[in-house]
């Protein structure tokens, strides 16, 4: 699979970053769209609105937040079918707003990408 990076969406963006694609489901604050350069928001990857907000960026809840998120991804999805072929054929950049680079659900979708389970969807 080729490489997948990840990418808070205030960084500037980089001729290194292959497809950039939006991978949470609230717009990030205070960037226009033309500035994101995305070539495509996908925000049903995205954890649910109610796993969000339970999580609340609370890292004490970060391993069982993960395998909540997991277990949604599992579920599979119309727009995560499109994630899964792009990450497969090309390089992609998993842009995300969170401020937190340790504990934010682009590293879980991430490695699920990257995972064996995810390529029997």
Do not use: C
Request: hydrophobic letters at 40%.
């Amino acid at each position: 699979m080729p490489e997948i990076l990840l990418k808070r969406a205030y960084e500037t963006p980089d001729a290194n970053d292959g497809t950039r694609i939006l991978v949470d489901r609230l717009w990030p604050r205070g960037i226009r769209k033309a500035d994101l350069k995305a070539s495509i928001w996908l925000k049903d990857v995205a954890p649910s609105t109610d796993l969000r907000k339970w999580f609340d960026h609370d890292s004490g809840k970060w391993i069982l937040f993960r395998e909540k998120y997991v277990a949604e991804l599992r579920s599979g999805s119309d727009e995560l079918n499109i994630l899964l072929s792009l990450a497969r054929s090309q390089k992609i950049t998993l842009l995300y707003a969170a401020h937190d680079e340790i504990h934010n659900h682009a590293l879980i979708l991430r490695d699920f990408l990257n995972s064996e389970t995810a390529s029997i969807y």
